[in-house]
Every structure is written in C-alpha cells, then in structure tokens.
C-alpha cells in the first residue's frame, strides 16, 4: 500500500553533518505525520524528530538545536539536516509516517532504515 524508503544515511566525522531523506510512495490520499526514530542495538526505538500536516514539530532533547526536520508536501518527502553530530548519534535511523490511503485506511508504515555512523 504505502512504502517509505530512507536514504543519506553514512560515515561521518564527530562535528560533521548528514541529510537523511525518506519519500513515501504508494496508494496515499494525505498525510498525518511524518518523523525519524533511532536505535541501537539492544535498545529500544527512540522517536528523533517528528513533523505534522501543519508543519509543526517535535524533537528529542538529544537533538535540539543540532537537528532540523522538514517536508516536502508535493513530494511526500521528509528531511532530517544532523549538524554538529556526535559518536553518540552512531545508529540506525528509521523513518516512519501516518498515512491515510485513497482507500480511507490508516497506516503507519515504516522504512527499512538508514545507517548513520559517527567516528569520534
């Protein structure tokens, strides 16, 4: 129905920057929100940033101030700028979405992820 496919993610230096985009695809009529998660191994998913409809959005402590989320709306893409990174940062980011599909269905799908590595 509706696919998400991440890509930007990479090997960067601590104080480097990432770009990180994902574009929905797919049976979509509109969508509701659109955000990036992280993990680790052994840890659980961690939301990373999220934007809405309206564009507003929301970050994780960790980030603020280095991250910045945005959207293309006539695309069905969403962006995630990672300035001033940190060894810290190193996981992998999924992109996940609420979508609703021509059909009228809700869906919440979510990308394969994308690696993001940073080198101390």
């Known amino acids: 129905q509706v696919q998400l496919v991440e890509s930007g993610g990479g090997l960067v230096q601590a104080g480097g920057s990432l770009r990180l985009s994902c574009a929905a695809s797919?049976?979509?009529?509109?969508?509701?929100?659109m955000g990036w998660y992280r993990q680790t191994p052994g840890k659980q998913r961690d939301l990373v940033a999220v934007?809405?409809?309206?564009?507003?959005?929301n970050y994780a402590d960790s980030v603020k101030g280095r991250f910045t989320i945005s959207r293309d709306n006539a695309k069905n893409t969403v962006y995630l700028q990672m300035n001033s990174l940190k060894p810290e940062d190193t996981a992998g980011y999924y992109c996940?979405?609420?979508?609703?599909?021509?059909?009228?269905?809700?869906?919440?799908?979510w990308g394969q992820g994308t690696l993001v590595t940073v080198s101390s």
């Open positions: 996940h979405g609420g979508v609703r599909t021509i059909n009228r269905d809700y869906v919440e799908p």
């Open positions: 797919g049976s979509i009529f509109s969508i509701n929100f």
């Open positions: 934007i809405n409809s309206g564009g507003t959005t």
